[in-house]
């Protein structure tokens, strides 16, 4: 079975500051990876996805990802946040079910 | 645009009626997926279809249900057998297949039930 945690309900940053969301895994062999943002009463976006080589992905809106093999983890990163930022991000996994599950979400707020 | 499109927006209903949210594709997906919004619970899947005329129960499906006549089309009813059925409703679809499914929202329906 597969499942991701996302240890941190919220996380709150000043504008400019650095950002990191943690997410940890649980997957027998390598599985696919994700990251989706979700602004207030909408869907979600794809910030950006791993599925295999390079263990550091970009992705839109400045965010990158590294894949830890060893920690079973999947932190998105963002050098400095804006305020547009503000917003519910979900870490997902994917393995041989072929159907994404999704972590809780980390709200991010953003101090100007 | 190609995109996913979910109606209504919002959705009053009284206990014991049911009801049928409505989610339409143009991005000829095949696979298409409901998933159930709670504040601090993250998404849990209801339903999903790989195929046309074929869907399977995701882990929460009790009082819920779904057809796939068409590949655009993927509807769920929330029935009066769904206890708690006030929550934000997302649709989604992705190309299907093994492995690395990006999935495509939609923007939500909210269901409240008064």
């Known amino acids: 079975a597969q499942s991701v945690t996302q240890p941190d309900i919220h996380i709150t940053v000043s504008e400019g500051a650095s950002l990191e969301l943690r997410c940890n895994y649980s997957y027998g062999a390598t599985p696919y990876l994700f990251w989706y943002v979700q602004s207030p009463g909408q869907g979600l976006q794809l910030l950006l996805k791993?599925?295999?080589?390079?263990?550091l992905v970009q992705g839109i809106k400045g965010f990158e990802a590294e894949f830890k093999r060893s920690q079973s983890s999947f932190n998105l990163r963002k050098p400095s946040v804006h305020w547009s930022d503000a917003a519910e991000y979900f870490c997902a996994v994917e393995g041989g079910s072929y159907i994404p599950t999704f972590g809780r979400g980390t709200s991010l707020i953003v101090h100007p | 645009d190609g995109g996913i499109t979910q109606s209504p927006k919002y959705l009053f209903r009284k206990e014991g009626q049911n009801v049928t949210l409505s989610c339409e594709q143009n991005l000829n997906h095949d696979a298409m997926y409901w998933y159930r919004q709670d504040p601090g619970q993250g998404l849990r899947l209801i339903y999903y279809?790989?195929?046309?005329?074929?869907?399977q129960k995701g882990d929460i499906a009790e009082g819920y249900s779904v057809s796939r006549e068409k590949k655009e089309s993927f509807p769920l009813t929330v029935t009066s057998a769904q206890k708690n059925p006030t929550a934000f409703y997302l649709c989604?679809?992705?190309?299907?297949?093994?492995?690395?499914?990006?999935?495509?929202f939609g923007a939500g329906s909210r269901l409240t039930v008064l």
């Open positions: 989604a679809s992705s190309m299907g297949g093994a492995g690395a499914n990006v999935l495509t």
């Open positions: 791993y599925f295999s080589g390079d263990t």
């Open positions: 279809s790989q195929i046309v005329n074929d869907f």
